[in-house]
């Protein structure tokens, strides 16, 4: 399927793309869950229902980490070279699905299809970068005093769960199999109760090309995840969620001391000196937002710090901006450049944050309500929102929203500046907008945060590792870490004499 400048509006062949499977996947095959529990898929664009989904209890995760258990010592002994292939066969069908995986996610998750088709490209390029890197698991020798040979390995952990979160369910899904697979891991995916579906439609497409219990899939709820984190048969849990969730994951996971890998929130900074360029940071804050996912991305910027010298005007022109490039529309229409929000709850948390700013001081300078459009009644839809007047003491400059919220703080000392940005338990990304080399270098090395971009925002780059400080996670992905992050060493001392 093709998006088509004619007719761009794709909601009609939503029904086409939707997965047929709605059950279990594991051990090579669809299993029906054992309580026969199942919920229902909504639209948040729409409210459209898109179907039952299994709901997997503790008794299903049993199956499956025994399934994915049996698997594991055959696909650990399988060469390198052709667990890489295999990643890169699924890569293939990724890209020559990937409009059909868009339009899913866009009905299921309410981010725009145009986008969505983006991420099922990243997510190819994420099992094909992973699928090169197999012979990367490489082992050292170490010299000793008394003439023996000592070496080490790297080794597989075993069953891996990987547990997705509801904003880019597809991308993640389908990329994040690639590091445990290639290490020689089998995996169960957990993929997000808010949108489930692409997940399902991947395993229709890609599931019979590993072996039965490789690579399983198990829909459900919270109660789902947490019993994947507490199964003994479990090595490691891999989460990308809330701050929240990465604790309880951690909870759940500390008995049997499994090994833990989590991206969580953020409430990134974005600081702008007096001598950056003004149009060039105005496309940068709202590019870095994250408007298009309705703010729904850990990594946007959500605090833009504006120095008072340039803050009147860079503000004028975020403002012209956002309402130029970012207005809610129904997401399978590939001219719609900002989605809808994937629940209710997430809505209404955050109009509460703007009626909670508000009253403390800060002042609507775009947007602030739910959007008024009547083609847009029935959905989560929040105007891009921008608010003035900040100060770094407000909830909505301290917590993270995970909505369509720009919160602006001007500031004038530096020491302040930065006594601010640090002043949160998050340390995702930052990003720093100045003309002046020394500048870039010193306010890189004291912002904490683990991705920092300078004049630029929002971009990642295969190979560059991304995690966060603080409680923003633990460990780091999208680079030759994140496959190590699957792997203990095994040291070996050989006596010669």
Request: a negative charge; one cysteine or more; charged letters at 20%.
């Amino acid at each position: 399927m093709s998006a088509s400048d004619e007719n761009p509006d794709l909601s009609s062949r939503v029904a086409a793309a939707l997965p047929t499977r709605r059950a279990l996947y594991y051990g090579g095959r669809w299993h029906e869950p054992l309580s026969g529990a199942q919920a229902r898929s909504l639209n948040p664009a729409t409210q459209e229902d898109l179907g039952p989904y299994a709901v997997a209890d503790a008794a299903d995760v049993d199956a499956a980490v025994r399934a994915a258990d049996a698997a594991a010592g055959a696909w650990r002994a399988t060469p390198p070279l052709e667990r890489a292939a295999l990643l890169r066969r699924a890569a293939a069908i990724v890209r020559e699905h990937a409009w059909d995986l868009a339009l899913i996610d866009a009905a299921d998750c309410g981010n725009p299809v145009r986008q969505m088709r983006d991420d099922a490209v990243i997510a190819a390029t994420q099992l094909e970068y992973f699928a090169g890197l197999v012979l990367e698991l490489k082992g050292e020798t170490i010299p000793t005093q008394n003439g023996s040979l000592d070496y080490t390995v790297r080794e597989p952990l075993g069953v891996v769960a990987r547990i997705i979160p509801f904003n880019h369910p597809f991308m993640f899904a389908a990329g994040k199999i690639a590091a445990p697979l290639a290490a020689g891991n089998t995996v169960i995916v957990k993929p997000p109760e808010q949108a489930p579906l692409s997940s399902l439609r991947l395993f229709e497409l890609i599931g019979d090309i590993f072996p039965p219990g490789v690579l399983n899939c198990l829909t459900g709820d919270r109660a789902t995840g947490a019993a994947l984190s507490a199964h003994d048969g479990v090595a490691a849990v891999a989460l990308i969620g809330s701050v929240n969730a990465g604790k309880a994951v951690m909870r759940t996971a500390a008995d049997g001391l499994k090994k833990v890998l989590l991206e969580l929130g953020g409430k990134n900074a974005m600081l702008v000196y007096p001598d950056a360029d003004p149009e060039k940071t105005a496309l940068g804050a709202v590019r870095g937002m994250n408007f298009t996912w309705c703010g729904q991305s850990c990594g946007s910027t959500s605090r833009l710090f504006l120095h008072e010298s340039v803050h009147d005007s860079v503000l004028s022109r975020i403002v012209a901006l956002t309402a130029d490039m970012h207005r809610p529309g129904l997401p399978t229409d590939t001219r719609t450049t900002m989605g809808a929000l994937v629940s209710r709850d997430q809505m209404e948390k955050s109009l509460s944050y703007i009626t909670s700013a508000t009253a403390e001081g800060a002042r609507i300078a775009h947007g602030g309500r739910r959007c008024e459009d009547t083609a847009l009644r029935n959905g989560y839809f929040v105007e891009p929102t921008i608010l003035a007047g900040v100060t770094p003491a407000m909830r909505v400059a301290r917590e993270e929203i995970f909505g369509p919220v720009l919160a602006v703080i001007k500031w004038s000392d530096e020491d302040a500046l930065f006594a601010a940005v640090n002043g949160v338990e998050y340390g995702l990304t930052a990003s720093i907008w100045t003309r002046d080399l020394a500048t870039a270098h010193r306010a890189a090395a004291r912002v904490q945060a683990g991705y920092v971009w300078i004049n630029g925002s929002s971009n990642h780059f295969i190979g560059a590792p991304f995690g966060g400080y603080k409680q923003s996670g633990i460990g780091r992905e999208e680079c030759k870490e994140e496959l190590l992050e699957f792997t203990q060493v095994k040291n070996i001392n050989v006596t010669l004499d």
